[in-house]
């Protein structure tokens, strides 16, 4: 792995993190030293002994960053107002391998609200990988699930892995197309 364009850190304090592209939670000790070779997001790819691990925004204070604040709605907030939310954390949300998320991409196939018990809702999500046998599905899931989840009202985030229709670069956006040069 090239860390020439990598920043050195030693983490400050336990911090959780999840295996790239396994899913699996982690703690990573007080004293870790590696680097981060990505910052999308708000989340932070981390490079420590030999594996790759994908840092919360809300955990940046043990890489020595400023963490990330959770996302907000207003008072009284409205379905149409959660679901902006909802789009907008599923626009940090990036595979570790392409600097692009997940919505450019064209992976959300499905994104459907709907109110559960006292006020609070839940959120089904179907996405796709960019190939059935990409390994980074787990992960992906996990950062869908664990950002959508940080949104007030949003109890619970189902996230489905589909591969029907199979993706396809003409799914991706423009904005993604032109940066990977397929426009």
């Given at each position: 792995?090239n860390?020439?364009?990598s920043e050195?850190?030693?983490?400050y304090?336990?911090?959780l993190?999840?295996l790239?592209?396994?899913?699996n939670?982690v703690?990573?000790?007080?004293?870790?030293i590696?680097?981060?070779t990505?910052?999308?997001g708000g989340?932070?790819?981390?490079?420590?002994?030999?594996n790759l691990?994908?840092?919360?925004?809300?955990?940046?204070?043990?890489?020595?960053k400023?963490?990330?604040?959770?996302?907000?709605?207003p008072?009284?907030?409205?379905?149409e107002?959660?679901?902006?939310?909802v789009?907008?954390?599923?626009?940090t949300?990036?595979?570790?391998?392409?600097?692009?998320?997940?919505?450019?991409?064209?992976?959300?196939?499905?994104?459907?609200l709907s109110?559960?018990?006292?006020?609070?809702?839940?959120?089904?999500?179907e996405?796709?990988?960019?190939?059935?046998?990409?390994?980074?599905?787990?992960?992906?899931?996990?950062?869908?699930?664990?950002k959508?989840e940080?949104?007030?009202?949003?109890?619970q985030a189902?996230?489905?892995l589909?591969?029907d229709?199979?993706?396809?670069?003409?799914?991706m956006?423009?904005?993604?197309?032109?940066?990977?040069?397929?426009?």
């Open positions: 792995m860390f020439h364009n050195p850190i030693t983490l304090r336990d911090c993190a999840v790239i592209p396994a899913g939670e703690t990573l000790p007080q004293g870790s590696g680097y981060i990505q910052s999308l989340s932070f790819t981390v490079y420590i002994e030999g691990f994908l840092i919360a925004g809300g955990d940046a204070d043990a890489l020595g400023d963490p990330v604040p959770p996302p907000t709605l008072d009284n907030a409205q379905d107002d959660v679901e902006k939310v789009w907008e954390q599923l626009k949300c990036f595979d570790p391998e392409i600097p692009i998320n997940v919505v450019d991409l064209g992976l959300i196939y499905s994104c459907e109110k559960i018990d006292d006020g609070q809702r839940r959120i089904d999500i996405m796709t990988l960019t190939a059935p046998g990409c390994g980074m599905g787990p992960m992906l899931i996990h950062d869908v699930r664990s959508l940080l949104i007030p009202t949003i109890e189902q996230v489905e589909v591969f229709p199979p993706w396809n670069q003409g799914m956006s423009d904005a993604a197309r032109l940066q990977t040069g397929m426009m």
